[in-house]
C-alpha cells in the first residue's frame, strides 16, 4: 500500500480554519498536497449529507474544520455543528461508515501550523487504513464497473 | 388452442429441474428465507418451497425490474456519445412454481408495456421467460381470484400448470406451444396423464363480488364523485407499498446517474400513491391529497385499462392488502362498492 | 375501555370536538385507524395490544385536519408526538385533544398539554427488549461487520417510503429524498441510495423519535429501520441527557446546543 495516494476532502469554514490554511501556504509551511479543501460560510453550513456525497465520489478521508468554540463569525453555526457532529459520529459508527477516516477540528485563522499538523495527521492515518473500498465498492468504483461490463441489471 | 394433459411422478420434478438448469435457464423459484418465502435465483432444486400462500412481493421483477438501464452516454468535451445496451445479455429465466394469479399479472403488464409503443425491453424480456405455474391448495381470506375472472386452478398465461395431487405426483398441464414442446423434449419426464381430477386438489376461494358487474359500476362518473374515496382512505399514509408489490402496477419514474464522463439513463418503479407522482413543476399537483390516489389506483385497475388495454388491472392476489401497513383492505373495498353503486 | 367510549360519544355530542382519531377492529383479524364522526359510532372505539399504530401521524394530513376539531386515542408515543408536533408549530398547543392511555393500558383524560408533560415525566415508554437486544448486538460487532450488515439488511428494501409515510415526525412537505436539484439520494433502490437514504433518516429523527417503531412495523419487507432511529435516541440520551417529546417548551436536540457540550473528538 505503500504507493497509495488517498484523496481527502476538507469542509472548512471561511472564517477561522480556511485562512489558517492561508496562512499556512503563506508561512511557506509543508503539508500532504492530497487534501481537497472546499470553502464554506460556517461549519454550521456543512450538512451531514455533503460528507457522505465526498465519500460517494471517492474520497478516503474527510475533514472537517472551523472556529474554535466562541469565536464564531455567526455566534453559534459551530456550537449547531458540534451537537450534528456527536450525533453523526455515532450515526456512522452504528451503519458502519469508519469514522477514524473524518478528523474533525478546530482551527483558527493564525493556527497555520495546527493546519498542516491536522492535515499530516490525517494523511497519515488514512493511509494506514487503506482506500475506502466499502463505500466506493457500492458508489464510484461500483458503477464505473458496472457500466464498463454493460451488464443488464445484474 | 387444446390443451395437453400429461402428468410428472413426484420423484421427476428433480429431473424437471435440473434439465431445465442444464440447458442454460435461470431458475426463478420461491425459498425461504428466515420466515418468509420469497421468489430468488435458485441453484439446487432442495432450496425450493411450495409450502407458501402468497410471497410479498410479485415476480414482476423478472421482466420489469426495479431498475432498467435504458441507454448509457459518455460525455466528453462538448460531445455526448449514446451508447445501447446490449439485449443479447437479457437471460433465459424460468419462474417455477408461481401461482395463477401472479402469472395473469404479466398480462397486464403487457397490456400497458405493448399498448401503443412496443417497449422493447419489456417484450426481450417476456420473450425469454417460461413459466410453470402451479394451482393453489391453501388460500387466505385476502386472496380474491375468483372475483376477478381467474382461480386456483387458472392456466392464463402460464406455459405449463402443475397441480400437485393427494399422492405427489403432479398433473401437468401443457398450455402453450412453449410449454408442449418442454414436455416433448423430456418424454421420461412428462408421462402419460393419470385419472384424477384437478378440481379435487384446488383451494375454494370464495367470490366477493364480481368484476364483470363491477366494472361499469367503477365507469360511472358518480362512482368518481362519490365521497367513498374520502371516508376509506383517510387512514392510506400516501406510500409506495401497495404498488411495488402489486404484479401488475406498471408505473415508472425516468432518472439520470452517473460519476463524470459515464452516466446511464434508467427508469425505476414509481407509484401514483406517493403525492411527488404527479406534482408539476410550477408546484400545482392535480391530484392534491391522498383520497384521490387511492381512486386513481383502484380506477385504473378497474375502469381505466378494462376501457382502453381491454384487461383489467388486478389479479386478485392480495399482495396489496397484506403488503399495507394501515389495513387497507383492497377487496372488502371493492365488495363495497359493487353492492353500494 | 368503557371511559373512553364513553368520553368520546360526550366530546362528540357536545360537539366540543369534530371526529375521534382512534383504533377499529379490521380485516383479517387486524385493527387499524378509525375517523369516528358521530356519537353512535363511539362503540366502535377498541384498544388492546393490537394498537401499536401510532395515530399522531395523521395530525399533519391534510383531509384529516379539514375534518375539524380533532381528538386523538393516545398512547405513550402519540402522546409525545403531540408534544413534538406543538413545539414544531404543526398543531397549537392544546388545540387537539389527548384522549390519554397509559403504559398500564387505563385511560387518562388530559385537560392540557402540562398534564401530559406531567404525566410522561415518570411514564415515559422504553424501547422493547428485543429491540434493545438487536442493537446490543449490532453495537458489539467491528466497524466492517455493521456495514456489511446494514448493506446486506438493507439491500431488499424497494424504497417504497412506507417507513417514513408511517413516521408523525417525517410530515415534511418534501422530503430529502425527493430533492433533485442537486439530487441528495438516488430515487431508485439501489445499494448506495438504500445505504444513503436511511443514514439521512436516521439522522433526521435524532432527538425527534417518539420510540413508537412504526416504521420498522411499516415495512412490508420487514426491515428494522426503527432500530436506526432508536439507537440515535440513546445516543442523544447519552450525550444531552434529553429524550424527544417530554415537553413543549425546548427545542429537539439538534435545533439548538448548549455551550458547554460535551465531545472527546474535536482536535
Ligand atoms: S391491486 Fe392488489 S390484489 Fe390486485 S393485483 Fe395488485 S396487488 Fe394483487
Ligand atoms: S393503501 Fe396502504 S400501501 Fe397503499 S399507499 Fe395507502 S398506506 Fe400505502
Ligand atoms: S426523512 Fe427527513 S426530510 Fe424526509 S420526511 Fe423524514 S424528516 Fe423530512
Ligand atoms: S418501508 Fe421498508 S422497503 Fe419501504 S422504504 Fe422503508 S425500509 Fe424500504
Redesign the pocket.
Known amino acids: 500500500m505503500s504507493d497509495f495516494t488517498p484523496k481527502i476532502t476538507a469542509f472548512v469554514c471561511n472564517w477561522c480554519t480556511y485562512a489558517g490554511a492561508d496562512l499556512t501556504g503563506t508561512s511557506r509551511m509543508k503539508y500532504s498536497a492530497n487534501v481537497k479543501i472546499i470553502r464554506f460560510p460556517c461549519t454550521g453550513r456543512v450538512d451531514f449529507m455533503l460528507l457522505l456525497k465526498a465519500f460517494d465520489n471517492g474520497a478516503d478521508g474527510i475533514i472537517v474544520s472551523g472556529c474554535h468554540p466562541n469565536d464564531c463569525h455567526y455566534t453559534s453555526g459551530n456550537f449547531h455543528a458540534r451537537r450534528r457532529w456527536i450525533v453523526f459520529r455515532n450515526l456512522c459508527d452504528f451503519m458502519g461508515i469508519d469514522s477514524r477516516r473524518i478528523t474533525f477540528s478546530w482551527v483558527s485563522a493564525a493556527e497555520g501550523g495546527k493546519w498542516a499538523e491536522i492535515v499530516n495527521s490525517t494523511t497519515e492515518k488514512v493511509i494506514e487504513l487503506g482506500p475506502y473500498k466499502r463505500y466506493s465498492q457500492i458508489s464510484k468504483d461500483g458503477f464505473i464497473n458496472e457500466f464498463e461490463k454493460g451488464t443488464i441489471n445484474g | 388452442m387444446s390443451m395437453e394433459i400429461k402428468s410428472i411422478q413426484k420423484d421427476s420434478l428433480d429431473k424437471l429441474f435440473n434439465s431445465l438448469k442444464s440447458r442454460g435457464n435461470l431458475i426463478y423459484a420461491p425459498v425461504k428465507v428466515k420466515n418468509e418465502v420469497q421468489f430468488d435465483f435458485v441453484e439446487k432444486f432442495e432450496q425450493i418451497t411450495d409450502d407458501f400462500i402468497q410471497t410479498t412481493q410479485s415476480v414482476k421483477n423478472s421482466v420489469f425490474p426495479k431498475i432498467e438501464t435504458l441507454f448509457k452516454f459518455v460525455k466528453t468535451g462538448k460531445e455526448v456519445k449514446m451508447l445501447d445496451m446490449d439485449m443479447s445479455l437479457i437471460p433465459e429465466i424460468v419462474i417455477w412454481g408461481i401461482h395463477p394469479c401472479d402469472v395473469w ?1 404479466f398480462d397486464s403488464l403487457r397490456a400497458i408495456f405493448t399498448w401503443d409503443t412496443h417497449d422493447m425491453f419489456f417484450e426481450k424480456r417476456m420473450d425469454k421467460l417460461t413459466i410453470i405455474g402451479m394451482s393453489c391448495a391453501k388460500a387466505d381470506d385476502y386472496c380474491f381470484c375468483t372475483s376477478v375472472n381467474l382461480g386456483p386452478g387458472s392456466t392464463k398465461g402460464s406455459d405449463v400448470l402443475l397441480t400437485k395431487t393427494g399422492n405427489g405426483d403432479y398433473i401437468a398441464e401443457l398450455v402453450s406451444d412453449k410449454g408442449k414442446a418442454l414436455a416433448t423434449s423430456m418424454p421420461d419426464v412428462f408421462v402419460q396423464a393419470v385419472q384424477s381430477k384437478k378440481e379435487d386438489f384446488l383451494v375454494v376461494v370464495e367470490k366477493r363480488f364480481d368484476s364483470e358487474s363491477l366494472i361499469p359500476k367503477m365507469q360511472k362518473k358518480e362512482t368518481f364523485d362519490s365521497p367513498f374515496w374520502v371516508t376509506n382512505s383517510l387512514r392510506c399514509l400516501g406510500c409506495g407499498a ?1 404498488a411495488y ?5 406498471a408505473c415508472f419514474d425516468i432518472q439520470d446517474e452517473g460519476y463524470g464522463a459515464r452516466n446511464i439513463r434508467f427508469r425505476c418503479w414509481d407509484s401514483c400513491g406517493l403525492k411527488q407522482f404527479t406534482i408539476h413543476t410550477s408546484g400545482h399537483n392535480p391530484r392534491e391529497v391522498q383520497s384521490q390516489r387511492w381512486r386513481q389506483r383502484l380506477m385504473h ?1 378497474f375502469a381505466y385499462m378494462p376501457e382502453r388495454n381491454k384487461v383489467t388491472g ?8 397484506r403488503a399495507c401497513p394501515v389495513d387497507m383492505n ?1 377487496a372488502e373495498q371493492l365488495q363495497e362498492i359493487d353492492q353500494k353503486m | 375501555m368503557d371511559s373512553l367510549r364513553r368520553k368520546a360519544q360526550q366530546l362528540l355530542e357536545s360537539k366540543e370536538v369534530d371526529c375521534i382519531i382512534g383504533y377499529n377492529e379490521g380485516s383479517s383479524g387486524n385493527v387499524h385507524a378509525g375517523f369516528i364522526t358521530t356519537p353512535g359510532q363511539a362503540e366502535k372505539l377498541i384498544f388492546d395490544d393490537r394498537c401499536k399504530q401510532n395515530l399522531g401521524v395523521y395530525l399533519t394530513k391534510h383531509e384529516v385536519m379539514r375534518l375539524g376539531k380533532l381528538a386523538i386515542v393516545a398512547p405513550v408515543p402519540v402522546m409525545r408526538t403531540v408534544l413534538i408536533l406543538t413545539y414544531e408549530c404543526q398543531i397549537v398547543e392544546n388545540s387537539v385533544k389527548v384522549l390519554g392511555i397509559g403504559l398500564d393500558g387505563q385511560f387518562l383524560d388530559f385537560n392540557e398539554y402540562a398534564d401530559i408533560e406531567k404525566y410522561l415525566t415518570d411514564h415515559c415508554n422504553e424501547h422493547p427488549e428485543e429491540d434493545k437486544k438487536l442493537i446490543e448486538k449490532i453495537s458489539a460487532m467491528s466497524v466492517e461487520e455493521r456495514w456489511d450488515f446494514w448493506h446486506e439488511t438493507l439491500k431488499p428494501c424497494i424504497k417504497c417510503f412506507a417507513c417514513r409515510q408511517a413516521c408523525p415526525m417525517c410530515y415534511c412537505v418534501r422530503c430529502q429524498v425527493e430533492c433533485n436539484q442537486p439530487q441528495w439520494i438516488p430515487v431508485q433502490s439501489s445499494e448506495l441510495g438504500n445505504m444513503e437514504w436511511h443514514f439521512m433518516r436516521a439522522m433526521h429523527l435524532a432527538g425527534r423519535c417518539t420510540g413508537c417503531g412504526d416504521c420498522g412495523r411499516s415495512c412490508p419487507l420487514g426491515i428494522p429501520v426503527h432500530l436506526l432511529t432508536f439507537k440515535m435516541s440513546d445516543v442523544v440520551l447519552d450525550n444531552f441527557n434529553t429524550k424527544a417529546g417530554l415537553t413543549i417548551k425546548e427545542p429537539s436536540t439538534l435545533s439548538t446546543y448548549k455551550a458547554n457540550d460535551k465531545e472527546t473528538f474535536i482536535r
Open positions: 399479472g401497495c408489490v402489486c404484479p401488475t402496477c385497475k388486478c389479479v386478485g392476489c392480495g399482495k396489496c392488502s383492497i
